[in-house]
């Protein structure tokens, strides 16, 4: 630990804080409030440990999309902040509680499951995303006046890794009261004349924070574990019955599935395919806290038009668990899905030789590989629905920078951010990201791991290997990926490449990247919104599919 930690400098949270104290700190995006986080110092538990609550509420509709997301945590410390325990309450969050010790943290997960994290520093503090306070807290502990420049390590209950924050004493204006600080991760903090946060200015995210009295929230913390998740129902037409199932992976994780087969009809064998879902934790359904993504409506309706259908849980989600969280890597995902496509094959009703893969999004990418990866593998077309067509990092770089804009960004901070994602995305592929930072909040969902694995991907060059039938299908109105540098790029290598690719590409003037009805102009906050699937979308996949099988088979839609 750095010398500026001594405790000659440091003054305890007794001294400090009073038991009972509650406050509150509001953050802003531009002037849209967006971001309120409540604090309170509980005062020493029966341990005779500092103990603290934390509760905050996003209001995503305001900054992007999306219902209020609620989460809350209890964190333990000695007399200077540093961690003794911190448990999180959040239906959407993986850390579950971690316990700090000498040599290692214990981490138990959402899915109770447990580890030991060996961290590259001792935490001088905890640093929940958005949670202001942690930081105001930890300052508070500091004699005012004595220490020009704080070294300190955090530990990121998001990244599960330690980083280090430098604090920097700036000098205030004539007159100014207080203590003006400003952070290596970009923030500028003021202080009272006692080091406790009063303001938080984040220029380059054009946010800004205030400090308030206020009361803590009434509420149960336990209850805000409880995944708030729309309720799948199949069609009311069905014409299919459903099957769970299990199926194990390398790594010993049983991820679970649902199967469709068709039931109205006299054949006893039928085409089948296998649903390969996009980044982020969507149960086999599509669903996720706040958001329907819809792909049980294309499922759905292709088993009732006579397919035997495949989807299962992403890790962590549905009844599936996250198996070894931080050595995930992009082969965890292929070989999950290479695993489903291992069990869709081995069913009774399902031809073998009439097998399709289809992915959307991040799942087309997987669906490339995958054809690839098994050898001699029965699959009689591939369908990429809004595909990646570039590299990952140029594909985010392109998302953050139309979001900014959209939300009112200047030109400088849009340039900055433009400058950070590069200078991010620089770290990550050098192995860097541990040590110097962390990742946007835009890419909170994926691991460091995963993410330099996909910058280093050209699906261009995968498609151009594939042997089979392949059909890209993309909504006209995606914000996600680009008709234009992702869909025609890899429609422009099929075209160049040495031997001939089957390639069809189809573009839906009013579908968006979840392929589903937009008449508005096209946000994120439009993905929580209740909008039906594509008919025509559906109808043309159908209508490919059925071109794909034996002629005898081909159904028009």
Same mark, same amino acid.
């Not at 440091?10 to 986080?37: C, M, N």
């Not at 077309?381 to 595909?387: K, Q, S």
């Not at 392949?470 to 869909?487: A, F, H, N, Y």
């Given at each position: 630990?750095?010398?500026?930690?001594?405790?000659? /400098?440091?003054?305890?949270?007794? !001294?400090? +804080?009073?038991?009972?104290?509650?406050?509150?700190?509001?953050?802003?995006?531009?002037?849209?409030?967006?971001?309120? #986080?409540?604090? !309170?110092?509980?005062?020493?538990?029966?341990?005779?440990?500092?103990?603290?609550?934390?509760? +905050?509420?996003?209001?995503?509709?305001? /900054?992007?999309?999306? $219902?209020?997301?609620?989460?809350?945590?209890?964190?333990?410390? &000695?007399? @200077?902040?540093?961690?003794?325990?911190?448990?999180?309450?959040?239906?959407?969050?993986?850390?579950?509680?971690?316990?700090?010790?000498?040599?290692?943290?214990?981490?138990?997960?959402?899915?109770?499951?447990?580890?030991?994290?060996?961290?590259?520093?001792?935490? &001088?503090?905890?640093?929940?995303?958005?949670?202001?306070? #942690?930081?105001?807290?930890?300052?508070?502990?500091?004699?005012?006046?004595?220490?020009?420049?704080?070294?300190?390590?955090?530990?990121?209950?998001?990244?599960?890794?330690?980083?280090?924050?430098?604090?920097?004493?700036?000098?205030? !204006?004539?007159?100014?009261?207080?203590?003006? +600080?400003?952070?290596?991760?970009?923030?500028?903090?003021?202080?009272?004349?006692?080091?406790?946060?009063?303001?938080?200015?984040?220029?380059?995210?054009?946010?800004?924070?205030?400090?308030?009295?206020?009361?803590?929230?009434?509420?149960?913390?336990?209850?805000?574990?409880?995944?708030?998740?729309?309720? @799948?129902?199949?069609?009311?037409?069905?014409?299919?019955?459903? $099957?769970?199932?299990?199926?194990?992976?390398?790594?010993?994780?049983?991820?679970?599935?649902?199967?469709?087969?068709?039931?109205?009809?006299?054949?006893?064998?039928?085409?089948?395919?296998?649903?390969?879902?996009?980044?982020?934790?969507?149960?086999?359904?599509?669903?996720?806290?706040?958001?329907?993504?819809?792909?049980?409506? /294309?499922?759905?309706?292709?088993?009732?038009?006579? @397919?035997?259908?495949?989807?299962?849980?992403?890790?962590?989600?549905?009844?599936?668990?996250?198996?070894?969280?931080?050595?995930?890597?992009? %082969?965890?995902?292929?070989?999950?899905?290479?695993?489903?496509?291992?069990?869709?094959?081995?069913?009774?009703?399902?031809?073998?030789?009439?097998?399709?893969?289809?992915?959307?999004?991040?799942?087309?990418?997987?669906?490339?590989?995958?054809?690839?990866?098994?050898?001699?593998?029965?699959?009689?077309?591939?369908?990429?629905?809004?595909?990646?067509?570039?590299?990952?990092?140029? /594909?985010?770089?392109?998302?953050?920078?139309?979001?900014?804009?959209?939300?009112?960004?200047?030109? %400088?901070?849009?340039?900055?951010?433009?400058?950070?994602?590069?200078?991010?995305?620089?770290?990550?592929?050098?192995?860097?990201?541990?040590?110097?930072?962390?990742?946007?909040?835009?890419?909170?969902?994926?691991?460091?791991?995963?993410?330099?694995?996909?910058?280093?991907?050209?699906?261009?060059?995968?498609?151009?290997?594939?042997?089979?039938?392949?059909?890209?299908?993309?909504? +006209?109105?995606?914000?996600?990926?680009?008709?234009?540098?992702?869909?025609?790029?890899?429609?422009?290598?099929?075209?160049?490449?040495?031997?001939?690719?089957?390639?069809?590409?189809?573009?839906?003037?009013?579908?968006?990247?979840?392929?589903?009805?937009?008449?508005?102009?096209?946000?994120?906050?439009?993905? @929580?919104?209740?909008?039906?699937?594509?008919? &025509?979308?559906?109808?043309?996949?159908?209508?490919?599919?059925?071109?794909?099988?034996?002629?005898?088979?081909?159904?028009?839609?």
């Amino acid at each position: 630990m750095e010398a500026e930690l001594n405790s000659e /400098i440091r003054v305890s949270l007794t !001294e400090k +804080w009073e038991a009972g104290e509650q406050f509150l700190f509001t953050l802003r995006l531009g002037e849209v409030l967006f971001h309120r #986080q409540w604090t !309170e110092y509980s005062g020493l538990n029966e341990r005779q440990q500092h103990a603290f609550r934390f509760y +905050w509420e996003t209001d995503l509709a305001q /900054i992007g999309g999306g $219902e209020t997301v609620a989460a809350g945590s209890l964190l333990e410390t &000695d007399e @200077y902040f540093h961690p003794i325990s911190y448990e999180v309450f959040s239906d959407r969050l993986p850390l579950q509680s971690a316990v700090f010790k000498e040599q290692s943290t214990e981490v138990t997960l959402a899915d109770d499951s447990t580890f030991a994290l060996s961290l590259t520093s001792t935490p &001088d503090f905890v640093l929940q995303y958005n949670v202001l306070s #942690q930081i105001g807290l930890f300052l508070s502990t500091f004699v005012p006046g004595q220490s020009p420049m704080i070294e300190a390590t955090y530990f990121s209950p998001e990244s599960f890794v330690a980083r280090q924050m430098n604090f920097e004493r700036v000098s205030q !204006e004539t007159g100014a009261a207080g203590v003006k +600080w400003n952070t290596s991760l970009g923030a500028e903090l003021v202080c009272d004349d006692d080091n406790r946060l009063r303001q938080v200015v984040i220029a380059k995210s054009n946010v800004s924070g205030e400090f308030e009295r206020a009361p803590f929230p009434n509420l149960d913390f336990p209850s805000l574990r409880t995944p708030r998740l729309a309720a @799948y129902k199949p069609p009311v037409n069905a014409t299919f019955k459903l $099957e769970e199932v299990t199926f194990p992976t390398d790594d010993e994780v049983d991820v679970r599935a649902t199967i469709t087969i068709p039931s109205a009809t006299a054949e006893k064998k039928h085409p089948g395919f296998l649903f390969i879902q996009g980044s982020g934790r969507h149960d086999r359904h599509g669903m996720a806290p706040g958001i329907d993504t819809g792909i049980h409506k /294309i499922a759905d309706y292709l088993s009732n038009n006579g @397919y035997v259908g495949l989807r299962f849980d992403s890790r962590g989600s549905g009844g599936t668990r996250y198996g070894q969280l931080l050595e995930m890597r992009y %082969e965890t995902l292929i070989n999950d899905a290479k695993a489903a496509f291992g069990l869709l094959r081995q069913r009774p009703e399902v031809r073998e030789q009439e097998l399709f893969i289809i992915g959307h999004s991040l799942g087309a990418l997987t669906a490339l590989h995958l054809a690839l990866d098994i050898d001699k593998l029965p699959i009689k077309g591939l369908v990429l629905l809004a595909p990646p067509g570039r590299p990952f990092d140029q /594909i985010v770089t392109q998302q953050a920078l139309r979001e900014a804009q959209r939300l009112g960004f200047s030109r %400088e901070q849009i340039a900055e951010r433009r400058r950070s994602l590069r200078d991010f995305f620089r770290r990550l592929k050098k192995g860097q990201l541990e040590e110097s930072g962390g990742s946007p909040a835009s890419l909170s969902g994926v691991n460091a791991n995963i993410l330099r694995q996909l910058m280093q991907i050209d699906p261009a060059q995968l498609l151009v290997k594939e042997l089979v039938p392949i059909l890209i299908c993309q909504g +006209w109105k995606d914000i996600q990926v680009s008709v234009e540098d992702d869909t025609l790029r890899l429609v422009r290598a099929a075209a160049a490449a040495p031997q001939a690719i089957n390639l069809e590409a189809r573009i839906f003037t009013n579908l968006d990247h979840l392929f589903k009805v937009e008449s508005a102009s096209p946000s994120p906050e439009r993905y @929580y919104v209740d909008r039906p699937t594509g008919a &025509d979308f559906l109808k043309s996949l159908l209508f490919w599919l059925n071109g794909q099988t034996a002629p005898s088979q081909a159904r028009a839609p």
